[in-house]
């Protein structure tokens, strides 16, 4: 397997389980059914982390998705503090 493509995936590895273990803004990270719930955000979050957009951008695509796509009423602190969590998941796939 070349690096990249090892790296590639260890990055999403890292940020499914971080979608469902530190995000998880429905609360369904203790439902072994429910492991895939974010599945579908993980290759646009690590678009975002390797394409090193803006952590504002990064913040927004958050936000939306769960103020607008999933209707909930979300937390600006948490996601902020989920943002930077984020930003900084290269120290996770070293």
């Given at each position: 397997?070349?690096?990249?493509?090892?790296?590639?995936?260890r990055?999403?590895?890292?940020?499914?389980?971080?979608?469902?273990?530190?995000?998880?803004?429905?609360?369904?990270?203790?439902?072994?059914?429910?492991?895939?719930?974010?599945?579908?955000?993980?290759?646009?979050?690590?678009?975002?982390?390797?394409?090193?957009?803006?952590?504002?951008?990064?913040?927004?695509?958050?936000?939306?998705?769960?103020?607008?796509?999933?209707?909930?009423?979300?937390?600006?602190?948490?996601?902020?503090?989920?943002?930077?969590?984020?930003?900084?998941?290269?120290?996770?796939?070293?």
């Amino acid at each position: 397997m070349s690096d990249n493509l090892d790296r590639a995936k260890r990055y999403h590895v890292a940020i499914r389980e971080l979608l469902l273990n530190e995000w998880d803004p429905i609360g369904v990270a203790q439902i072994s059914e429910a492991a895939d719930e974010y599945d579908s955000y993980v290759p646009m979050v690590y678009k975002m982390l390797i394409t090193k957009v803006p952590k504002h951008e990064l913040f927004d695509y958050l936000w939306w998705l769960e103020t607008e796509h999933m209707g909930l009423t979300g937390d600006r602190g948490r996601t902020e503090e989920f943002t930077n969590r984020l930003l900084n998941i290269e120290n996770d796939v070293l």
